[in-house]
């Protein structure tokens, strides 16, 4: 029961406070203290100082402490998600472990099942509202997998961070902006869940943008494509990983690996897909060379299990996301 609206509530404050400003007022308070109190003996000041240096310090490490504490449960949480989903055989249990999650965290969910064209289906789809709903953006995930392995890196993974990411928006919405989440069913298929998901919304305009994340269970890089490399969500995305300090890499669409993104950018939504890698397979990636790059030997193979993920990667990689979420809410 990690995943609770107080411990969110609490990282998201946690990851919202900037010690910056707070440290700034304690000179202001020391140089005022120096002046207001020139009539105290000068021994009663030093120890007025002390003390609130002291306790600036005490709150420093506090903070500190709780901040570590909060990422260590995400990444805990995290691991356990991505396990969960990657223990299950096919399409419904993996399904069953994500819906799990998301009773555990209270997050309303409906199924949506399909026919398209020949293949049947469930869609996991979820809203979550913003405070006054003005936009609409859709943040996809599939959650099948192909026969061998057990799909943790592929695609498991974007799974969890994608329940991650719900769970903060729920105890935290954004202003403007309400999320539509879909976990896509049948992408190993050709796509299948996005395009069904998408054929059977009638306003396609009515999403101001899409995000779809597929492979992110490991890495130091952001590997990126979109449909409009001078869109908002080009930007926002380029802004929060700059911010954030975090490598990003994005490439146009017909050079980036097939995923449900594309059925986004083909209903004429402004899209980004993403995914996490080491930033040095990226080239080997685009340049189909050999030896292949390591991401290329794990999935659709039988070594795609949880001996390839790395939480504390994904925990690392996760802000971006919700910050690029965040700074479209602000535009
Ligand atoms: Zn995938």
């Known amino acids: 029961m990690l995943r609770s609206g107080r411990l969110s509530m609490q990282r998201f404050h946690l990851r919202g406070l900037n010690t ?18 020139s009539g ?3 021994r009663t000041v030093v120890s007025l100082i002390s003390s609130q240096v002291l306790s600036r310090i005490v709150l420093i490490v506090l903070f500190a402490l709780s901040t570590a504490a909060a990422t260590a449960a995400q990444v805990a949480q995290l691991r356990e998600d991505t396990a969960a989903i990657a223990a299950g055989a096919d399409s419904r249990a993996r399904r069953q472990a994500i819906t799990d999650a998301l009773s555990a965290a209270r997050i309303e969910y409906r199924l949506e099942e399909f026919m398209f064209p020949r293949f049947s289906g469930t869609d996991i789809v979820v809203d979550v509202s913003a405070k006054t709903p003005a936009k609409t953006l859709l943040v996809g995930a599939h959650y099948d997998r192909v026969a061998v392995g057990q799909g943790a890196v592929d695609n498991a993974s974007s799974c969890a961070v994608l329940l991650e990411l719900l769970t903060v928006l729920k105890a935290n919405p954004m202003e403007n902006i309400s999320i539509r989440a879909v976990f896509f069913d049948l992408e190993e298929s050709g ?11 009638t306003d396609k305009q009515s999403f101001s943008g899409g995000i779809n994340l597929d492979i992110f269970g490991y890495g130091n890089t952001i590997f990126a494509t979109t449909s409009s490399a001078d869109g908002k969500l080009a930007h926002a995305l380029e802004t929060a990983a700059k911010d954030l300090s975090m490598p990003v ?8 690996p097939a995923s449900d993104h594309r059925s986004m950018m083909n ?5 980004l897909g993403l995914a996490l890698i080491d930033g040095k397979e990226i ?12 991401i290329l030997t ?4 039988p070594r795609d299990t949880m ?5 504390e990667d994904m925990e690392k990689a996760y802000p971006v996301i919700e910050k690029t979420l965040r700074l479209m809410d602000e535009t």
């Open 307 to 311: 001996e390839n993920i790395r939480p």
């Open 191 to 201: 796509l299948v869940g996005s395009q069904a998901y998408l054929a059977a919304v």
């Open 249 to 256: 890499r994005v490439v146009e669409p017909r050079q980036y």
């Open 40 to 42: 105290v003996p000068p």
């Open 298 to 301: 794990i999935i659709h193979t």
């Open 283 to 294: 080239d080997p990636i685009l340049q189909r060379s050999q030896p292949e790059p390591r």
């Open 267 to 271: 209903a004429g939504i402004e899209t």
């Open 20 to 37: 910056g400003p707070s440290i700034r007022p304690s000179i202001d308070c020391t140089a005022a203290a120096g002046s207001l109190l």
